[in-house]
């Protein structure tokens, strides 16, 4: 680097030369991801400033725990794993349709954009699933002496501080009928022979200490949660619709006649943005 | 190259494809090893809070580890990945100085927040009482003694 700023120091500025040595359409999209990365950066720091606002915050290992078909089985870190290891690989193949890109090589950047897209369609597939099992997987919340079951949503959620177990079992006598019938489901009884129950009969067959009786937790948490890793997903499902694009006009030859597949480079920079978003998405939701 | 956007633009750092793919290899493995680490401490983190006594110091202090080992992540994304680290130092710094504000950014905003939370504690003890978590060994207690009677 030294050796070319000398070499064109004293021309630099004069016409003629890039001084950033750089496409003007590139040099932009790095400074649109540097404003991006300011919106996602006051994101993640306004979730920051409000959970040290609070005396208890959810505990990512007691919500995150769940994955696709193992049933109720605690598995934390798990799923979320896999989802970065997809966006990682997803990167890798991005990198390599890139440097297709340079060579010139149109059926590489065709063969790598193809995976990079499956691997933004998978996880984007991923974020779905959770989502959906995070707002329907509604867990039993002490609310106002009371069982009530509620899933993650921007209202509320689950992931209070573990209710009293005292105030628990009061509460489990004034809950409704049909609290009670979800909560007997794990004593392996059809979902009909529970509902013909009566309520003092459903509480002998709920195994009381099995259940984590929560508090509600705090309501930001949900809309943070939510805000940021839908953000993050809009950004990924843009990605994807930026890569079909790229695929297509790589397809029609656009890039062979023009020379050059600069706009391959745009994609990719846009497409690892995504990638380093989701690493402190990542951070900030998962692991602290 | 042949095929360039303007005669203005010389792209130098293209380099062969042999030097190309073992960079790349290795910064996948890298980030990939980063990663697993991460989800080691996570899941140390999630033991101590498991444990018994779980030490505040302890968590923090693998907590910070993680925030390190994701900057290092970020830095192989945006350096290789980005081909950031491969261009003109004036252009390196365009996208790196803005981005100093960061550091205002983030210890200014956290600190506000904890010191919210502090005055909150202070003089709403109401906040307080309904919502500092309780030592969860009282709670667990009386639960043995019901078991008995319940079932």
Known sequence: METTATVHQTKWWSGGKSPFNMEYGKLM???????????????????????????????PNVVFNAFPGAGHANLPLAFVSVMTFILIISSVTMVLAVHAGHN?????????????????????????????HLITGELPVLVDGKIEMIGQTMRGNPWGRL???NAALAALQNSSHETLVQLAHESGKSHAELAAMSNPQLLNEIKIDELHIREKGPVAFGGYFFGITGFHGFHVFSGVIINIIMLIMTQKDVFHRRGHYLMIE?????WHFVDLVWVFVFLCFYLI | MEHQASPEITFQHHTDDATFKKRVRKTTILLSIITVIELAIGLTIYTIHKGPDPSTLLVLMFKGMVCILTLAKAYYIVSVFMHLGDEIRNMIMTIVVPLLLFIWFIIAFIADGNSYKNLRNKYDKHFQETTMPADHKP?????DEKTGGKQ
């Open chain 1, 104 to 132: 010139g090589d149109k059926k590489g950047v065709i063969k790598w954009l193809f995976w990079t897209i499956i691997g933004g369609l998978a996880f984007l597939g991923c974020q779905a699933w959770e989502w959906h």
């Open chain 1, 163 to 165: 209710a009293d177990h």
């Open chain 1, 29 to 59: 999209m790095w400074y649109f991801l540097m404003s991006d990365a300011f919106t996602f950066g006051a994101f993640l720091i306004s979730y920051g400033s409000i959970r040290f606002s609070q005396n208890f915050w959810p505990d």
């Open chain 1, 266 to 270: 745009k994609a990719g920079l846009y």
């Open chain 2, 139 to 143: 709670a667990e207690k009386p639960a």
